[in-house]
RNA sequence: GGCCUCGUGGCGGAACUGGUAGACGCAGUCGACUCAAAAUCGACCGGGCUUGCCCAUCUCGGUUCGACUCCGAGCGAGGCCACCA
């Protein structure tokens, strides 16, 4: 063994023998627990950051921990590769996407090798591979037979200069990122997969996720949005009815029927079919219809833009009175919710008397807080209450007046309970040319056809190199023209493409067989799944582990698989966050200095008091802790930082600055102190060879130092044990092994009993730590004298006699407060504890002769006397 | 506006089920080694004073023998959703 730890060449060897000997290579094997731990799979950018290393590195620590507990564990690793960055990149390098994705992959592949993590590359993929997918189209073939993916029109965001479609991300302030053109809204045919369907089940199996952060359940739960409420029927009073040709009745969705008394007007949507009627013979109506259609579809702009509306000059009937309500059309009513529709209730909503009080709208008190409670002055009441002026129906609770007024509606067949959602029909149409084909086909005599299974995959012409106006596969002359699969006459093919969603919604999937040719699963889904560890991004919460929930139910109902839930265990782990310094440029605008450009004054109690420019000495402002971004010119590379300090260091220290849910900071002086860790662990299994045990005595002949370091030695397993398994608290797991390395340390005693002692609690430390840091453990494992690869070495389980003490300490308490410490035997009766406590000459003080009035005891822990 | 999370030394954090507040690390101070520096090793490291006690976990209340931990109110920071009728 050398002496000095030299991490390239240590982490050359580990990975060269893992590499050797196959060791990451899985397979499928009954006889043995599995586990599956899958990290989010990248998106191929070009390089690793600091967040990908920190979410590998979990992953990897659990991966490496559950095979050493026996688990057949399964860690995959593939690519999240088409969407706009690599369409972005083409348009500024001229390379075609697919050119770019490759390369990128390539680079970060051997990335995550330096990193030494252990994944089983046997079953890599990228979704940009027709064998990938060809069976998103597969699918997507049998969701559209069932009628879960369906067409309809959808409104995006349009460019009218370079004629495209925008994503919400390349709309800043209302007009486009490249041209600065006023953005418009644009009605085109869409496909949507009908998530609406599974709302229910999606948001019941909530509760059956004890495995998920209450955070990310519950946002989802927020996310699928069920409301109960009653459905309304106003029916039209004669103008309406003329106008339209025909008697009918304005639909409203209202979760407060309670207040039904208290409507003065009614609100209906822009794109309404009654705004639109009525637009036809008002030009003014018809100029604010216009208006609102043009407006941002940024649902924030919406949420804080006024209210404004126009009158149609119609009118409904109040169901209950028949009184004749004025209908309008208000900038605030949105389409896609309810009916488009809503009766206007000034008293007993915010927007409405927002809407109410520009209008010039009465506003109609008939819910007060308690009964013979005067309404509040400012006329808004939004809470639930006691209905007055309600006709039959006043003095009773809201609650009550809800089911009264829906029984009464449904009686008259004016209305009826209902269960709305806020979740939506998930759009899966992109006008854009990276990512999966939508495998249909219009013919002029057919119109859409199907692309038969056996001419999958529909294969995206690799080529072509976008440039900002519209889909290139618009203009690709081959990928176009095709044959109708029905007649036989020349077609043309559909050039939008997938939703990158829909790839990252089953990926987890076809890890478990990823070779299979013939189908887009097999049975090995079966062993391997559900995933019994995901990792990844907060950012995640809702989109894409909803899409993922959702795939999975329609995977279940096609028959393909047996599972619901995809992911039993979800770990959701924090960003990565450096400091942020800057300096007014000469235009006023921030400068941002990079933090390794910046060096800190500190005073004697090491706070900070100035920061200067290493460059040219001038002061640099700070502007506290952010993500690390270009913009902040605050990213560190993470390859930097592998080629300075080494892979294990880099992960000691990712692991160790906080736990994983939380953010981590960054820090170079820390990143310094995990080495300097790493090194004094080197030193002393080092030292430790130089002076092996010759003879080895039994534990009977032990000093006490020795038999203390093995009792904390097979303490610190312990704890090890939980904060990796249960806990997931790596951090304390370091500490407590730094702990036992400085018991180690400090321990110089020469008999054999006593090296002994520290050959053991060395093995404990570098097992204990072989999840984290895999290649220095490696390397100390073969010195500290074994033959078998640590990768190979089951966990060790503490000893049980080892962790058994004749006495213990135990604090002494008067009235609550700390007033001494005395060793008790281990398990000692509350007599016995008592007895030993008053002994004690400061707890004496405190209780000044008075007999306690009260004892508490917990046995071998703790004595509360009070007086 | 709604929902959620979190407030502990100079800093990151620890205290797991209500039981010794500040583990472990960073920064800092002092010392050893060195011609010197780096590296390394050792000691100190929340505040106060009368040196064995008092005050300290955002603030104010409450529950309890005992509260960083539970409850109520407030203040502050962050996240998600955002005109969802």
Not at 187 to 202: F, G, K, N, S, V
Not at 388 to 411: E, H, R, W
Not at 762 to 777: F, M, Q, S
């Amino acid at each position: 063994m050398q002496e000095h730890y030299e991490p390239a060449a240590v982490e050359r060897a580990a990975q060269d023998y893992w590499t050797e000997q196959r060791c990451f290579n899985t397979v499928e094997d009954p006889s043995r627990p599995k586990y599956y731990c899958l990290c989010m799979y990248p998106y191929p950018s070009g390089r690793l950051h600091m967040g990908h290393v920190r979410n590998y590195t979990i992953g990897d620590v659990l991966t490496r921990f559950m095979r050493m507990r026996g688990y057949n564990v399964l860690q995959p690793m593939g690519w999240d590769a088409f969407g706009l960055p690599a369409e972005n990149a083409a348009m500024a390098n001229g390379l075609p996407p697919a050119q770019w994705t490759r390369e990128n992959i390539a680079h970060m592949k051997r990335q995550f090798q330096s990193l030494g993590f252990a994944f089983d590359w046997q079953r890599e993929l990228a979704t940009c591979d027709p064998s990938y997918y060809r069976w998103n189209q597969w699918l997507f073939l049998r969701m559209l037979e069932r009628g879960i993916a369906y067409q309809n029109t959808g409104i995006v965001n349009w460019d009218p200069i370079d004629q495209t479609v925008l994503a919400n991300e390349q709309v800043i302030d209302g007009r486009g990122w490249r041209t600065g053109a006023l953005v418009e809204k644009r009605e085109i045919p869409m496909y949507y997969l009908r998530i609406t369907a599974y709302a229910e089940e999606l948001l019941q199996a909530l509760q059956a996720l004890p495995g998920w952060p209450e955070r990310v359940r519950v946002m989802q739960a927020n996310w699928i949005g069920r409301s109960e409420g009653v459905e309304i029927a106003f029916p039209y009073a004669p103008d309406a009815a003329a106008l339209l040709g025909a008697a009918g009745a304005l639909k409203v969705f209202t979760t407060r029927a309670d207040t039904l008394f208290g409507v003065t007007f009614m609100a209906v949507s822009a794109e309404h079919p009654l705004a639109a009627a009525a637009a036809a013979r008002d030009p003014a109506l018809a100029e604010f219809v216009e208006q609102c259609r043009r407006g941002s579809t940024m649902e924030a702009d919406l949420a804080t833009a006024e209210k404004r509306g126009h009158s149609t000059g119609l009118h409904v009937c109040h169901p209950l009175t028949g009184q004749q309500v004025p209908v309008w059309v208000a900038n605030y009513v949105l389409m896609a919710y309810g009916e488009g529709a809503l009766m206007g209730v000034p008293a007993h909503d915010e927007r409405d008397f927002e809407f109410a009080a520009r209008y010039q709208l009465p506003v109609q008190t008939v819910v007060v807080p308690d009964a013979g409670a005067a309404p509040p002055a400012s006329g808004q009441f939004t809470e639930y209450g006691v209905t007055v002026n309600s006709a039959a129906y006043s003095g009773l609770s809201s609650t009550q007046a809800i089911t009264a007024i829906a029984a009464a509606l449904k009686a008259q067949g004016l209305g009826q309970p209902r269960v709305q959602w806020r979740l939506r029909d998930w759009g899966i149409s992109r006008q854009r040319y990276w990512g999966c084909p939508i495998p249909l086909i219009h013919c002029p005599g057919c119109g859409t056809v199907p692309v038969p299974d056996e001419q999958l995959p529909v294969v995206l012409p690799e080529n072509l190199v976008p440039d900002g106006t519209g889909n290139p596969l618009n203009r690709a002359k081959d990928f176009l023209q095709c044959e109708c699969p029905r007649c036989g006459g020349a077609a043309r093919r559909e050039t939008d493409t997938m939703d990158t969603f829909v790839d990252s919604s089953w990926y987890f999937l076809r890890f478990a067989c990823a070779d299979q040719q013939a189908a887009a699963v097999d049975e090995r889904v079966n062993y391997w799944l559900p995933v019994d560890q995901y990792i990844g991004g907060i950012e995640h919460a809702i989109l894409h582990l909803l899409y993922s929930r959702f795939w999975t139910r329609v995977m279940r109902d096609l028959k393909l698989i047996s599972l619901s839930e995809p992911f039993s265990n979800l770990l959701t782990q924090g960003m990565v966050l450096n400091h942020i310094y800057f300096q007014q440029g000469n235009d006023g605008r921030r400068v941002y200095v990079k933090p390794a450009d910046v060096s800190s004054k500190t005073d004697a109690q090491g706070r900070r008091t100035a920061t200067v420019s290493l460059l040219d000495g001038t002061p640099v402002s700070y502007g506290g802790l952010g993500t690390m971004s270009k913009s902040k010119n605050n990213g560190v590379d993470p390859q930097s930082l592998v080629d300075s300090y080494g892979a294990d260091t880099a992960r000691l220290f990712m692991m160790f600055a906080s736990p994983p849910e939380q953010t981590l900071e960054w820090s170079e002086d820390g990143v310094q102190g995990q080495q300097r860790f790493l090194r004094r662990l080197w030193k002393a299994v080092y030292d430790h060879g130089r002076a092996p045990a010759r003879a080895t005595v039994p534990l009977a002949k032990w000093s006490d130092e020795a038999l203390r370091l093995r009792r904390q030695a097979h303490q610190t397993l312990a704890k090890v044990t939980v904060d990796i398994g249960r806990r997931r608290t790596f951090n304390t797991a370091i500490a407590a092994v730094m702990e036992l390395l400085n018991s180690v340390s400090r321990s110089s005693g020469e008999h054999a009993g006593e090296l002994q002692a520290r050959h053991e609690a060395l093995e404990i430390a570098v097992l204990a730590l072989a999840p984290i840091v895999p290649h220095i453990c490696h390397t100390l494992w073969q010195a500290l004298g074994h033959e078998r690869a640590i990768i190979d070495e089951p966990w060790p389980e503490p000893d049980p006699a080892a962790l058994q003490q004749d006495t213990v300490e135990m604090v002494v308490q008067v009235n609550g407060k700390l007033r001494g410490k005395v060793r008790v035997p281990a398990g000692a009766e509350e007599p016995v504890a008592l007895e030993l406590a008053l002994a004690e000459p400061a707890v004496r003080r405190f209780l000044a002769d008075q007999p306690p009035r009260k004892v508490v005891y917990v046995r071998g822990k703790l004595l509360n006397l009070v007086v």
